[in-house]
Antibody
Framework: QVQVVQSGAEVKKPGASVKVSCKAS????????IHWVRQAPGQGLEWMGI????????QYSQKFQGRVTMTRDTSTSTVYMELSSLTSEDTAIYFC????????????WGQGTLVTVSS | EIVLTQSPGTLSLSPGERATLSCRAS???????LVWYQQKPGQAPRLLIY???TRATGIPDRFSGSGSGTDFTLTISRLEPEDFAVYHC????????????FGQGTKLEIK
C-alpha cells in the first residue's frame, strides 16, 4: 500500500537550517510529484513547493524562493526539503504530500514533521 | 493572486444535522482545480473532494461538493461523530505564480 513516511521532529536555533525527509513506498516513485506544505500552530495550510522526482525539477512558492531547496534520491525513493535562515515564524508542522501528475490535488500525505525554532 | 476565504470560521452543529461549508475565491477559478480536505487534530489532511464535485476513494456519499466561478460549497448531509474536524479548501492557480492556494479552514465542532 502507498506510504509516505517523514523524518522525526527537529529543534533548531534561529539562523540555522533544517532538512526534512519524506520516504515513499508502495508506488512508482517517478510517476508522482511530491509537494511540501506547512502548518503553523493553530493556522491553515501553506504550500511551499513541488519536486518532480522523475527529472528532479522544482518549483517554489515565491515566499520561500531563495530559502528552500527540494531534492530527491531516486535510489531510496526519498525526497528532502531543506529550509535555511530559520526564524521563530518557521515553527510549524511540515508535511510532504503526493500528487498524481497534473491532477493538482494531494492524495496521500506524510504524517508531518514538527520543526521548532527557538533560541 | 487568488485568495480563498472560508466561512464560517467555526460551525457548531449536532450529529445528524446538515453542514454547509463555504469557500469563496477572490476571482473566478476553474472548478477543475477546487479541492476539499478534512483534517483531524494531530493528523495530516485527508483528501475528500477534487474537481469541486468528485469524491475521493473511500469517502462516504454524505459528503458532496458543488459550486462554480467564485463560490464553492462542501455539504455533509447528516453529520456523524467522526466528521467533526477542520475542513480546508484548496485551489491551483493555473496561470499565476502562486501555485497551490489554501483557504484558512473551517472548524466543524460538536454543539
Amino acid at each position: 500500500q502507498v506510504q509516505v513516511v517523514q523524518s522525526g521532529a527537529e529543534v533548531k536555533k534561529p539562523g540555522a537550517s533544517v532538512k526534512v525527509s519524506c520516504k515513499a513506498s508502495g508506488y512508482i516513485f517517478s510517476d508522482y510529484y511530491i509537494h511540501w506544505v506547512r502548518q503553523a500552530p493553530g493556522q491553515g495550510l501553506e504550500w511551499m513547493g513541488i519536486i518532480r522526482p522523475s527529472g528532479g525539477n522544482t518549483q517554489y512558492s515565491q515566499k520561500f524562493q531563495g530559502r528552500v531547496t527540494m531534492t530527491r534520491d531516486t535510489s531510496t525513493s526519498t525526497v528532502y526539503m531543506e529550509l535555511s535562515s530559520l526564524t521563530s515564524e518557521d515553527t510549524a508542522i511540515y508535511f510532504c504530500a503526493r500528487e498524481a501528475r497534473e491532477t493538482y490535488y494531494f492524495d496521500y500525505w506524510g504524517q508531518g514533521t514538527l520543526v521548532t525554532v527557538s533560541s | 493572486e487568488i485568495v480563498l476565504t472560508q466561512s464560517p470560521g467555526t460551525l457548531s452543529l449536532s450529529p445528524g444535522e446538515r453542514a454547509t461549508l463555504s469557500c469563496r475565491a477572490s476571482q473566478s477559478v476553474s472548478s477543475s482545480y477546487l479541492v476539499w480536505y478534512q483534517q483531524k487534530p494531530g493528523q495530516a489532511p485527508r483528501l475528500l473532494i477534487y474537481g469541486a464535485f468528485t469524491r475521493a476513494t473511500g469517502i462516504p456519499d454524505r459528503f458532496s461538493g458543488s459550486g462554480s466561478g467564485t463560490d464553492f460549497t462542501l455539504t455533509i448531509s447528516r453529520l456523524e461523530p467522526e466528521d467533526f474536524a477542520v475542513y480546508h479548501c484548496q485551489q491551483y492557480e493555473h496561470y499565476g505564480n502562486s501555485g497551490y492556494i489554501f483557504g484558512q479552514g473551517t472548524k466543524l465542532e460538536i454543539k
